[in-house]
């Protein structure tokens, strides 16, 4: 297999995740793609799909910026510039990297920042702070990273002779008590053998999980708006603000109010919070199922398993389902309800599974595109976004390249034990 096409497949993992409070994590990911809004009114769509194009309007002027060799993962953009994760195989090993782009010189290429050292948790998504400046705000809504008893899926990584590594720990708040994640020890990985020959041997490996179900950041990617980029959890619509000065977490929002005690009866309910945009004007623009499904999941997941799921699709099978919209202001951080927004906003799906499947976009003029009418590669056609990966393949229903469908998202390589040398 070439090796882009490797890294590529390494991408398209993750259908349920690892227990949580000992109870497996049955929901999926709820996958969506970014709107970025650029100085001087520029517009940027950033695809989830990995090894998809970014299309951007700036000055007037549409360009399309192709991926680098290997890349077309975790896009950002800051002042002017595009930054991209990209994959290389050195043997058997993924070296990965993180390389930018000068979005106003159209001559300009792509250039590596520096090489990623991943034994402590793989960034799928690093965004340059402000203070100091040689630092970034890593995220893995995944595995997460971790550094001795602490744990979490954001971090700070530092900048320092060409090579990145893990340099803090940020903690993310429960929106009840103490933190929202922990560290948990995962299966063992061979530690290169001290003398030739000799077998290597197990050396601990930690990830992070949340520590209570329904926590877990479910909504990926995260949406970038003002000073700040948004983790969220679907399930229960609690919001996680990083700050992209100093990389912390400044502002937990649990939006529908929900109790410590409801968390572990929602498991009926694969997604509450359904989409986040930023828009024009610099608010953060959400979707959530209409809050009445919320008592019924918490009615319904008191049953076991399968049967739980079963209810609540036969439950609202026959009805037409509502959208709830809040609009959230990132300085105040007033949560308004219904807002008055000056384009038309989808009011209701066709099933309660439809909703599921539901996101939205914003063009360049702020008007709402979702896919209650159609897939989303035909939202994509019509707003002239159907770019196709550069390095394709076969993707099956449920692909992040078939966001229309809930399914598996990005997977992280496998760290080593001994990050290779830079060359």
């Known amino acids: 297999m070439k090796p882009i096409l490797h890294v590529v497949a390494l991408l398209l993992a993750l259908c349920c995740l690892r227990p949580l409070n000992g109870q497996a994590w049955r929901g999926r990911p709820k996958i969506t793609d970014r709107i970025v ?12 799909s990995p090894g998809s194009q970014v299309t951007l309007v700036l000055n007037g002027q549409k360009e399309v910026i192709p991926t680098p060799l290997g890349g077309g993962n975790g896009w950002s953009i800051s002042n002017g510039t595009i ?3 990209s994959f290389a195989m050195d043997g058997h090993q993924e070296r990965l990297w993180l390389n930018r782009r000068n979005l106003t010189d159209r001559g300009s290429d792509w250039e590596r920042v520096a090489e990623i050292d991943g034994i402590r948790g793989i960034p799928l998504f690093l965004i340059p702070l402000k203070k100091p400046d040689d630092c970034y705000l890593a995220l893995n809504w995944t595995e997460g990273f971790f550094d001795k008893e602490q744990a ?16 803090s720990i940020v903690d993310m708040p429960s929106p009840f008590s103490g933190l929202a994640t922990r560290r948990v020890a995962t299966p063992g990985v061979e530690a290169p053998a001290p003398v030739a020959g000799e077998p290597g041997a197990p050396s601990p490996r930690f990830s992070c999980e949340a520590t209570m179900p329904g926590l877990h950041p479910s909504l990926w990617a995260p949406a970038s708006v003002g000073d700040y980029v948004v983790l969220a959890s679907s399930k229960s619509a609690v919001l996680w603000a990083f700050s992209v000065v100093d990389g912390q977490c400044k502002r937990v ?3 529908h109010d929900l109790k410590a005690e409801d968390l572990p009866h929602l498991g009926a309910l694969d997604h509450f919070l359904l989409a986040m945009q930023p828009t024009k004007k610099g608010t953060l623009l959400v979707a959530t ?8 999941a918490k009615e319904i997941g008191r049953l076991a398993g399968k049967a739980a799921s079963r ?10 389902m509502e959208l709830r919209w809040l609009e959230i202001d990132p300085v105040t951080w007033k949560v308004e309800q219904e807002p008055s927004y000056p384009w038309p906003l989808p009011q209701a799906g066709e099933t309660f599974e439809q909703l599921s499947r539901f996101q939205f976009i914003l063009d360049q003029d702020g008007r709402v595109k979702g896919n209650l009418k159609g897939p ?14 550069q390095s394709k393949v076969d993707e099956g229903p449920g692909s992040p390249g078939r966001p229309e469908s809930d399914g598996p998202s990005l997977a992280a390589p496998k760290p080593s034990p001994t990050p290779s040398k830079p060359r």
Do not use: C, Y
Request: net charge negative; proline share 8%; glycine share 10%.
């Open 289 to 296: 199922r209409s809050p009445e499904v919320i008592p019924a």
């Open 152 to 167: 979490s899926f954001a971090a700070i990584f530092r900048l320092k002779e060409g090579r990145m590594a893990l340099d």
């Open 376 to 389: 989303w590669n035909q939202v994509l056609v019509g707003a002239g976004l159907d770019h196709q990966p």
């Open 83 to 85: 930054f991209t994760l």
């Open 311 to 320: 209810e609540m699709l036969a439950r609202w099978a026959a009805s037409p």
């Open 37 to 48: 809004w650029l100085e001087g009114g520029g517009w940027a769509h950033l695809p989830f």
């Open 253 to 255: 929002l649990n939006l």
